[in-house]
């Protein structure tokens, strides 16, 4: 077949030259430099794009919301699934396009007086969250975003379509949930949504020393309903994702804000912590807004990283708290774990750290002029010592796509067992622009 009728099949295709070419190759934190873009409408497009891809023998990425920093694949086919955004719901089952986007899912859920517990960002792809995991506002209520996965459509690396559950391919879907894009292009996600009229969301401030708070913050969780989360967040002014200073945000799942302040009672009544909001909105308003990729400010590197916590003691809160200080041009993130989150076995998906109660994040920004080498060496140092203190790293927050990644990621039985499942879905890693998993 010529090559013009071969990608004629493919969808929308987008090439270098073509008008749209410079923002279709953007991605949340840079720009690629694919050889090709197939913008897949259908799941006939994605067969036809992969099959395409290993006749030319083009490395793929498959892009759902574009957030990660898979982003680029040199002289490759970048796969856009952005045009399969579709959101039905039927009852509580809810259909969703490979390539839609958490605001979208969230705006279609409210209308249906239900919901889905997804990251804190609307701009985030369903896709690269869901199977990477997805620590969304609303986990202790109902768990990780891909807890919620019931089912799947799948494009396989030999350009099949599989429609998966738990009955038909469990061990397919055990890897689905926490393993990452390692076995397939996922055409469609069904979740199983459950009843939401709306929520509190809670905004405090932090004023004085963060100890005390964070202290407070934790022992208010370790008695909280499962249907409060929150999460601490300390930013310095040059990050433009949250405004500047420390503060507590949570989310209480479900309108009523008498239970959502009983809950609070004593964080709200600790010294440092100011009310700045709290009361019922539609869930879908509560997600932020990530601001556009700008090419004139890149995203810089960092030092530091993420870990699962199983506890928050004192002296995991004295670490992450004096790394913050130490680094001034650095972030501190800390979000409550536990609940349904907890309900889940750690054998029963792929994902690490099942017995973690608090997810930790803290880096610091590594930009000439900011810090200097030897500042460098000592964030790395006292990063290590943090993450020691955890369970295991979380691959969906990370900038590194370094390979040595998946194995920090998942214990070594895991990752045995997402080698086996690999073996079978994709033996030639077709799919390896992710944290990748080889075929074993
Ligand atoms: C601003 C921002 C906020 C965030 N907030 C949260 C949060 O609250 N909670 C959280 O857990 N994470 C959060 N993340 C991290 C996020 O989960 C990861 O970056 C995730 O990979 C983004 O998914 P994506 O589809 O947008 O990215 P993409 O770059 O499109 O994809 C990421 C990976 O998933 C694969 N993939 C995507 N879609 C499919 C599909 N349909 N089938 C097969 N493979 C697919 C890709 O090949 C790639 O390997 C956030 C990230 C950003 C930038």
Not at 101 to 124: C, F, K, M, N
Not at 323 to 347: C, K, T, Y
């Amino acid at each position: 077949m010529a090559d013009d009728d071969f990608t004629a099949a493919l969808g929308t295709v987008i090439r270098p030259g073509d008008p749209d070419w410079d923002v279709a190759r953007r991605f949340h934190s840079g720009i690629g430099e694919p050889a090709l873009i197939a913008r897949a409408s259908s799941t006939d497009d994605v067969r036809a794009a992969v099959g395409f891809a290993a006749a030319e023998g083009l490395p793929v990425m498959v892009r759902g919301g574009g957030h990660s920093a898979w982003g680029t694949v040199p002289g490759g086919l970048t796969l856009d699934l952005s045009a399969l955004a579709d959101v039905s719901v039927d009852g509580t089952r809810v259909r969703v396009g490979g390539g839609a986007q958490w605001g979208a899912v969230a705006r279609t859920l409210a209308a249906h007086g239900l919901g889905i517990s997804s990251g804190d960002t609307a701009s985030v792809g369903v896709g690269g969250l869901t199977l990477g995991g997805g620590i969304g506002l609303m986990v202790r209520a109902w768990g990780l975003a891909c807890d919620q996965l019931v089912g799947v459509q799948l494009v396989t690396a030999d350009a099949r379509i599989v429609e998966a559950t738990d009955e038909t391919e469990p061990e397919l879907m055990w890897a689905l949930r926490g393993g990452g894009g390692n076995f397939g292009v996922v055409t469609r996600f069904d979740f199983e949504a459950h009843p939401l009229e709306g929520v509190v969301a809670v905004e405090l401030g932090v004023e004085g020393d963060p100890r005390a708070v964070i202290r407070a913050m934790r022992d208010v969780m370790a008695r909280a309903p499962r249907e409060l989360t929150l999460t601490y967040m300390d930013v310095p002014p040059m990050d433009p994702s949250a405004p500047a200073g420390a503060s507590i945000s949570g989310v209480w799942a479900g309108a009523d804000e008498a239970r959502a302040r009983e809950a609070l009672a004593s964080l709200l009544a600790a010294p440092g912590v100011v009310e700045r909001s709290l009361g019922a909105r539609p869930y879908p308003e509560v997600l932020l807004e990530a601001p556009e990729f700008d090419p004139e400010s890149p995203m810089p590197g960092f030092v530091g990283g993420n870990t699962l916590l199983r506890e928050l003691d004192d002296d995991a809160v004295e670490h992450l708290a004096s790394f913050r200080e130490a680094n001034p041009a650095s972030i501190l993130f800390l979000r409550s774990l536990g609940g349904a989150f907890a309900d889940v076995a750690q054998d029963a998906s792929a994902f690490p750290g099942r017995d973690a109660t608090w997810f930790a994040m803290a880096a610091a920004f590594d930009m000439p002029g900011v810090l200097s080498e030897e500042a460098r060496r000592r964030a790395l140092s006292e990063w290590n010592a943090i993450e020691a203190l955890g369970s295991g790293v979380y691959g969906n927050f990370t900038t590194s796509t370094d390979p040595g990644w998946a194995t920090r990621m998942y214990p070594a039985v895991t990752m045995a067992r997402l080698g086996a499942v690999k073996r079978r879905w994709d033996p030639a890693n077709v799919f390896s622009r992710n944290h990748n998993v080889l075929p074993a």
